[in-house]
Structures are given as C-alpha cells and as structure tokens.
C-alpha cells in the first residue's frame, strides 16, 4: 500500500492476501496509491442524490492512457474531517464490473470493522476463456453491439461524448419503492390476459421514460439498450460469484412508431428482449465476438465509445446493488457517482429512505417538457 499525505510517502511491497480455503494472493512490488487529505476548515457539501454533476476533487488522478503494467488499476483518496470521511475510488474497468467492485468495498468495509465475510460469496478467479469466434460469427454478433463496432483514438474519443453541441442537463428523480410497484403492477394489468411475461419495476421504469420523451418530441426514442449481468445464467463456465466483468448489453429491437408512446407495449418488449439473451449459448457466442473486439482495440490502443445512439435510451440500472452497505460501521453512508450523457439512464437504490434514484441526461430544450409530463410518482430533485 502506498500513501501519500502531501507531507509523506510509505511504500510495504511484497505482501500476500490469504482467502480461507481457496489460497493467497500475491502482490509483489504492486502499490495501491492512498492520498489522504485532511480538510481543516472546508466541510464538502453534496445532495443526496446519487449523481452528483462532478466529484473530480475527490477522486484519485488518473492516467487516461491505456493502462500498463506501470498503472495501478485501483487508486483510492480519503478526505477526512472532524464530522465526515469521504473515500474515492478509481477503478478500472479491466478489475471487473460494478458488482464486482461493491464486493471489493463490501470486503473493505468488513476489514476495517473487524467483521467475518460471508464464504458464500468468496470470489473464484477461474476465468473461462470464450472461443475464438470466426467471421461469420463476428458478422452475425455485430450488428447486436454497435457500441463495439468502431474504434477512436484517445485523442477523439472525449469529443464523441460532446458531439451535436447539444446542452445536455439532467433529470434527477426520486420514485418511492412502493409507489414503483404500484407503477409495475399497473402496467402489468394491462398486458394480454394470455401473456405470461413478467415485468419488473426497471422495465417499467424505463417504459415510462422512452414514452414521456417520445410525448415531447415523436419517435426520439426508437431502442432501448440495457447493460446485463449474466451470472445468473446456467452454464457449465459460469459461476455467480465469478470476478472480473460478467456483463453485455441487450437491446431491443427498433420501437413501432406507432406504439412508441404506449408504456406498457414497450416495458413487455424490454423485458422480452432481456429474456431471450437468457441462455448458455447466446452469452457464449455475445461473450466471444466482444472479447475479440475489445482485445483488438486493446492491442491498438484505441477507445469504443460508450455513450448513447442518438435515438436509443441506455439504461445502466445499479437498482440490485446496494452501495450503501459498503459503510465502513457507519449507517448514514452516502454513495455517489458522476457522468451525465444524452439518454443514459442510471437507477440506484436512493441515499435515504426507501426508494430509488433515477438519473438521466436530456437537451435542455426537451427538459421542463420531459418534467412536467413525468406522473406524480416521479418526485423531481432540482
């Protein structure tokens, strides 16, 4: 661990990590930078909203280079005061997905509290390696990851984020749990009588995003994108308390435009898309046409851009994730995050009571129309 106090800096190298019954890990000449900040007479102030419009003073610096053997890939910096500690982490992407990380400060937090972790969740390493795909394959898959299909050098890929010269601005809103469930069991009323899929407070949630946008502006939102997880998908290489990133994104086909303002329809078709990705199979061949892009793009130092299609919503839901029990013995902990791009959409369970944090981007022209079209379940955070 290296730490730094801007007076000082202490480096242990050569340590060793055991994990009860399932062997050590060595980390030789490999220090974690640690800042730590002490703030005398200035006490940060953020709402209580999960995305905060920025929090670059309280994040490690970070090297925008494609990450080497030189880079560390986790970097943590703490402000401390005599009321508050504030803990930022950055953590790359190639140390696994968020629920990877979450385990990660869940872990962190048990070791400071002195607390036993639970076996059941113990990480395994064991990667599996999906097959070389062929062209045909990589054509078929492609057109299913069009957020994979070009490249940009490091010194193009920002202005991707800020194409068009749109104003973008958020819509942040606070949805009481039980007033969510009223909105899917709603919605799910109004499904055929014959049809058996089951929504889910997301699909729902989302639904009445695209329809509210497309109220204001018709047909602005023709596809919805979500990021998924497939640990939970059965198969012989997978392992639900697999490390690293066990995620793909699933998109919808393109929306009738005679039906893009009807919230139950487009919830049904969300949640029918996700379904079908649900197999061995279709994540096998997904996993292997993606690992070959990203391990060229890689090999070429070059940078996919993850921001939203100009008429597609993605939604990146964390609503599962609880960041708040990452709370080092304290129960107020507060979670938050930044980055705010046209259409994406980010849900969290909310920093205070029972409810959920629903954050998106929108160009300021549409937003007051977006708001003011939003039910009454939706409790805007100015």
Known sequence: MEVSTGRSVQTTHDFTIDIIGLGQIRLADSPIPLEIIDLEHSEPRFTDSVIQDSLEPFLPDTDPVV??????????????????????????????????????????????????????????????????????????????????????????????????????????????????????????????????????????????????????????????????????????????????????????????????????????????????????????????VAGHKMALAAESERHFFFGSERNTISVNSNMALHWQKADFGCPATRFFTATITRFYMRVFPANTGEAIDLTFGAPESLRQDIIQRLGPEFMIVQ
């Not at 009321?83 to 962190?108: C, E, K, N, P, Q």
Request: aromatic share 6%; net charge neutral.
């Open 67 to 288: 990450t080497n053997v030189d880079n560390p890939l986790l970097r943590l910096k703490i402000h401390l005061s005599s009321s508050s500690s504030i803990i930022g982490v950055a953590w790359h992407h190639t140390l696994g997905d968020a629920a990877t990380l979450l385990r990660f400060m869940i872990a962190l937090s048990d070791g400071y509290q002195g607390l036993t972790s639970d076996s059941s969740t113990h990480p395994t390493f064991r990667k599996y390696h999906f097959p070389e795909p062929d062209q045909m394959k990589i054509s078929k898959w492609l057109p299913h990851m069009s957020h994979l299909a070009h490249t940009y050098p490091a010194s193009e890929i920002g202005a991707k984020y800020t194409e068009g010269g749109e104003v973008i601005v958020p819509i942040r809103a606070i949805i009481r749990r039980t007033d969510a469930d009223a909105l899917r069991k709603k919605m799910h009323s109004m499904l055929d009588i014959n049809s058996k899929v089951q929504l889910s407070i997301q699909d729902c949630l989302t639904a009445t995003i695209v329809t509210t946008i497309n109220s204001v502006q018709p047909n602005t939102v023709q596809k919805v994108t979500n990021v998924a997880g497939f640990r939970q998908v059965t198969a012989t290489w997978n392992d639900s308390n697999i490390a690293g990133n066990s995620i793909y994104i699933v998109s919808t086909p393109a929306l009738d435009p005679e039906r893009s303002c009807d919230p139950t329809q487009i919830a049904r078709i969300i949640r029918e898309s996700l379904l079908a990705t649900r197999t061995a199979e279709y994540v096998e061949e997904y996993m292997s």
